[in-house]
């Protein structure tokens, strides 16, 4: 089975803090996805990856951006993190339209 | 932005009766797909329908699609209370990959 792990299951981190959140994957996927979870709202995709070094801005970019250096790792980064950004945050890959998701991370901002 | 609404956002039942939530969409789609998490955790794919399928079926779950109304049943036969958890539809457009999820359902199965 494909497995795909988030670095941190909590996460508490400070207003202003640089934030990286780590998503990797196991079974050689093209793509891979954030996604931000909040109450009442569902999930919502921040950015995602069709390839190494390629990056798509996804519904709600502001705030963040992304790496994926190599194909199986492909990370978040809150570059001065606010409260705002307090969230579930998941991580998803696939080859075709079979999607994986991590177990997430529970990030809260203080 | 939110492809699908669903239907209703909360349902409670019995173990051993049905469960059935609805999804709306707005757009053409390539295929849809029916998510589960349980509570705090990641989503685990259900089954996915593809635009050209009408009905199917893997074990207790029966997914329908009516591409003309744009919209999807998912049914939960005889259900248990290992079941409880929210469900999420999730489309993909034509010619994308990426996932637009709807706002989900919370079921909760009572012993």
């Known amino acids: 089975d494909v497995k795909v792990t988030q670095s941190s299951r909590y996460l508490v981190k400070r207003t202003g803090e640089k934030v990286f959140l780590e998503c990797v994957q196991d079974?050689?996927?093209?793509?891979m996805f954030w996604y931000r979870q909040d109450p009442g709202l569902g999930l919502r995709l921040i950015y995602f990856?069709?390839?190494?070094?390629?990056?798509e801005k996804g519904d709600i970019p502001e705030g963040y951006s992304v790496s994926r250096e190599k194909k199986e790792r492909f990370s978040l980064i809150l570059e001065s993190a606010s409260t705002n950004q307090t969230s579930m945050y998941l991580c998803?890959?696939?080859?075709?339209?079979?999607?994986?998701f991590g177990s997430g991370t529970r990030l809260t901002v203080v | 932005s939110q492809q699908g609404e669903e239907d209703p956002q909360a349902l409670s039942i019995q173990e051993g009766e049905n469960a059935t939530m609805n999804c709306s969409y707005k757009?053409?789609?390539?295929?849809l797909q029916w998510y589960r998490q349980n509570s705090g955790r990641g989503l685990v794919h259900l089954i996915l329908?593809?635009?050209?399928?009408r009905e199917k079926h893997s074990g207790r779950l029966r997914v329908t699609l009516d591409t003309s109304k744009k919209s999807s049943s998912l049914l939960i036969t005889a259900s248990r209370a290992a079941d409880t958890a929210s469900y999420f539809c999730?489309?993909?457009?034509?010619?994308?990959?990426?996932?637009?999820f709807g706002t989900g359902t919370r079921l909760l199965v009572s012993p």
């Open positions: 079974m050689d996927h093209e793509n």
């Open positions: 998803a890959s696939s080859l075709d339209y079979g999607y994986t």
């Open positions: 757009t053409s789609i390539n295929n």
């Open positions: 329908i593809r635009s050209n399928e």
């Open positions: 990856s069709y390839d190494v070094k390629m990056k």
């Open positions: 999730a489309t993909v457009s034509r010619g994308f990959q990426k996932l637009v």
